[in-house]
């Protein structure tokens, strides 16, 4: 239907934009050359919001643009899987979401942030002999993980009005069918 349509174009939108920030604005205004995981933020929110069949189709769509753009040498998938199975992971509490309620959004985008930065580190630091853990750790996930959740204020507010938008459209247009 015409609806369905639209809420994809958007979603991609949302993505596109997302990704173009983050691989553009975001580094020209990092801090200590951290900068935030919006990604990650999209594909919780997704996930949450919408379910685990959204989660996984936003967070393949995500990681596969990762893995063309930045992703390792010579793999392409890496980055789609983990963003596929934190879309997945988020999809899980769906019947605990409640738009009004911002504290288990941020929990779950930290938690996912925080699993995120644990699997890239033993993927590709722990898998080339570095072992500093506590250096990788304090330096890089930490930090991502504070500026994605201070950017989160922001975006997850915008995603959810886009979504509560669409929503109250879809609805709308499915009660003209009643």
Same mark, same amino acid.
């Given at each position: ?26 580094? =020209?205004?990092?801090? #200590? &050359? ?10 919780? =929110? ?7 069949? =959204? &989660?996984?189709?936003? &967070? $393949? ?8 753009? $930045? ?11 983990? @963003? ?6 988020? &999809? $899980?509490?769906?019947?605990?979401? @409640? ?7 941020? #929990? ?16 590709? @630091? ?9 250096? @990788? ?35 709308? =247009? ?5």
């Amino acid at each position: 239907s015409l609806m369905k349509i639209k809420r994809k174009m958007i979603t991609l939108l949302i993505i596109l934009v997302c990704f173009l920030l983050e691989t553009t604005v975001f580094p =020209s205004i990092s801090l #200590a &050359g951290i900068t935030p995981n919006l990604l990650v933020v999209v594909v919780s =929110s997704f996930g949450f919001m919408r379910g685990k069949n =959204s &989660g996984m189709v936003v &967070g $393949f769509i995500c990681g596969l643009m990762t893995d063309i753009f $930045f992703g390792l040498q010579g793999v392409i998938g890496f980055y789609a899987l983990i @963003y596929t199975l934190i879309g997945y992971g988020n &999809g $899980f509490f769906k019947r605990l979401f @409640y738009d009004e309620d911002i504290k288990l959004p941020l #929990a779950l985008i930290a938690g996912s942030e925080f699993l995120y930065g644990i699997v890239i580190y033993i993927c590709v @630091y722990l898998m080339r002999s570095k072992f500093d853990f506590i250096y @990788y750790l304090s330096h890089i996930i930490m930090p991502e993980l504070m500026y994605t959740i201070l950017v989160t204020l922001v975006l997850y507010q915008i995603i959810l009005h886009i979504n509560r938008k669409l929503e109250t459209e879809e609805k709308r =247009s499915a009660s003209k069918f009643v």
